[in-house]
């Protein structure tokens, strides 16, 4: 059912062209000197144009066949990448001098007062859309897609009238600024957290004690086994294939989520807090809820008495473990010394600092994920007419 007023239209009647770029040899090494350069595919991977996502042209034979400059008011689309990626696209609102498109990157042009470009956007970038354009995509290769001009531009959509478009594109780009701020709040407190943990895991700054008065004791060197037990208990892992989406305890494994599934398991693992060490990912988690481990890689490790245990995750968190691959990390983790701080009151009281930096990271990451999906879900409305928008008289 098309919306009143809206109109069904294909992306080739609502644009000037679809241009490509060409492969030219270029220099990843962000030379400041360069007068010319050229967009990375990463540029458009997440929805946002990221303009100094670049690489430099020096050989003036690859400078002369520089072909599509970025200009103002368009949408650069990646026609090769990832299954998810593949058409990742993103508005550009101010032209960039001497910046040009690589081969796998589409720039849309505009049509002069037929379509907001910054709708377009918003429109292509839906995750409708790009579900389409993600099945359209083949190739060869199981890790990458390519997708066709004809694949864009006889997408079919359902068009409002320009003051709605260009209302729609407000509302949703005020989104995108919040999102962006987050970003950037998310960016400056693991910096923040990053800079405090050389600081305290090193000594190079010492806190205060419950009197007010600077810690001076010393620092000691410690091997893993005089600070850190393993205590896994096989009796309570899960094997991969029995993680389920719902049920009474949350299973802790070595991949990048802290809860990777359920079970409903009556015996599980209730000694917390603990440390879950990745043998294969190297990941670090803290847990301390009662949970059930994954069977393969998951390590679990708890302090002895020289150790309090939170500062113990701090300091596994800022060790720099080589990537074997998908080899066994354990062996290297068990062979590293570590500086301690011989007084376990300065380790309480450095754990508790980086507690709160931590705690300070997953507040943004919380709210860049609950603006994330709020936005996603007024996309779903605004740009399918489920939900109307009003317009002033003058602008309609």
């Known amino acids: 059912m098309v919306p009143e ?39 458009v991977s997440y929805g946002y144009f990221k303009s100094d996502e670049t690489k430099s042209v020096i050989e003036q034979s690859e400078i002369a066949r520089l072909r599509e400059p970025v200009i103002a008011n368009s949408i650069i689309i990646s026609r090769m990448n990832t299954p998810a990626l593949v058409g990742a696209n993103a508005y550009v609102e101010i032209a960039l001098n001497n910046t040009y498109l690589p081969d796998r990157l589409w720039q849309l042009k505009p049509k002069n007062k037929v379509v907001e470009m910054r ?19 083949t190739g060869t290769s199981g890790s990458m897609k390519n997708i066709t001009k004809s694949d864009v531009l006889n997408l079919a959509l359902l068009v409002p009238p320009l003051p709605e478009q260009k209302k729609i594109a407000q509302i949703l780009s005020t989104w995108d600024k919040a999102i962006s701020t987050t970003e950037q709040l998310l960016a400056n407190s693991q910096q923040q957290k990053k800079a405090l943990m050389q600081q305290l895991l090193t000594g ?3 806190l205060l004690d419950e009197n007010g008065v600077r810690f001076s004791g010393e620092w000691k060197f410690v091997v893993f086994s005089d600070a850190f037990k393993i205590a896994n208990q096989k009796s309570t892992q899960v094997k991969s294939s029995d993680y389920l989406s719902f049920g009474d305890v949350p299973i802790v494994d070595q991949g990048q989520k802290l809860i990777a599934g359920f079970c409903n398991n009556s015996e599980h693992y209730k000694d917390i807090p603990v ?22 890689g998951t390590q ?37 010394e570590f500086k301690i701080p011989s007084d376990l009151r300065e380790q309480h009281s450095i754990a508790a ?21 709020e936005k996603k879900a007024l996309m779903q ?11 002033d008289e003058e602008a309609a």
């Open 300 to 336: 679990i490790l708890v302090s002895r008495s020289t150790l309090d245990i939170k500062f113990g995750y701090f300091l596994l968190s800022h060790v720099d473990i080589p990537n074997l691959g998908y080899s066994r990390h354990m062996r290297v983790l068990k062979e590293l």
């Open 275 to 296: 440390i879950i060490f990745g043998d294969h990912t190297r990941c670090i988690k803290w847990v301390d809820f009662a949970f059930c481990p994954g069977a393969d």
């Open 353 to 373: 600092v980086l507690t709160l930096a931590e705690n300070e990271i997953k507040k943004y990451e919380q709210k860049l994920d609950a603006l994330k999906q």
């Open 5 to 43: 007023g809206w109109t069904e239209e294909y992306v080739k009647g609502l644009v000037r062209s679809l241009d490509a770029g060409v492969s030219v040899n270029s220099e990843d090494d962000g030379n400041e000197n360069a007068t010319h350069k050229i967009l990375k595919t990463s540029c």
């Open 381 to 391: 409305q605004l740009l399918t007419g489920k939900r109307r928008v009003k317009v």
């Open 204 to 206: 190079k700054k010492r």
């Open 119 to 137: 709708w377009l956007a918003y429109w292509l970038g839906s995750a409708h859309t790009r579900y389409r354009l993600s099945n359209l995509g």
